[in-house]
């Protein structure tokens, strides 16, 4: 890892809306068997991530949250049609970054059950690679979106 990554990884946050039912389990028992993910991880329990509107995606994102990891219960929510609305949810949020020039993969939806311990080290990691890769999501932000017509090199 050279120095310009070592830096970014120390400086960047990672969000983690876990629902208390499936996901929050899942990275209890992540914690509990030892297993490693980013240091620069919070997770946040919630009785399920449908609850968030879209402004708190944003909020998060101008507050300094670097990426977003959405841990469902995916399907198998117990609250019916939850999954669907988040779904829905998460799409306009995705317009929305692409309309403000922020890269999508900051934001990743994902189900994760109550043993699905090595999916979450896998999804959490995957999440940390790219937010690396982007940086501070501040940076992102102040650029703002590309111009109609540019290129990109």
């Not at 310009?4 to 809306?17: F, K």
């Not at 876990?18 to 030892?34: E, K, R, V």
């Not at 692409?98 to 990743?108: F, M, S, T, V, Y």
């Amino acid at each position: 890892m050279d120095l310009q990554a070592q830096t970014n990884a120390r400086s960047t946050r990672i969000l983690v809306l876990a629902s208390l039912l499936c996901a929050y389990p899942g990275i209890d028992a992540t914690g509990q068997a030892h297993l490693d993910y980013p240091a620069n991880t919070y997770v946040l329990p919630t009785p399920d991530p449908v609850m968030f509107p879209e402004s708190f995606y944003w909020h998060c994102f101008e507050r300094g949250i670097d990426g977003i990891l959405i841990a469902s219960c995916g399907t198998d929510s117990p609250y019916e049609g939850s999954y669907e609305r988040l779904a829905a949810r998460i799409n306009r949020v995705y317009r929305q970054m692409k309309e403000r020039g922020l890269d999508i993969r900051r934001l990743r939806l994902t189900a994760i059950c109550s043993v699905c311990t090595k999916a979450f080290v896998k999804e959490v990691g995957d999440l940390a690679r790219v937010v690396e890769e982007l940086g501070p999501v501040a940076a992102e932000l102040a650029r703002g979106p590309e111009p109609v017509g540019s290129e990109s090199p």
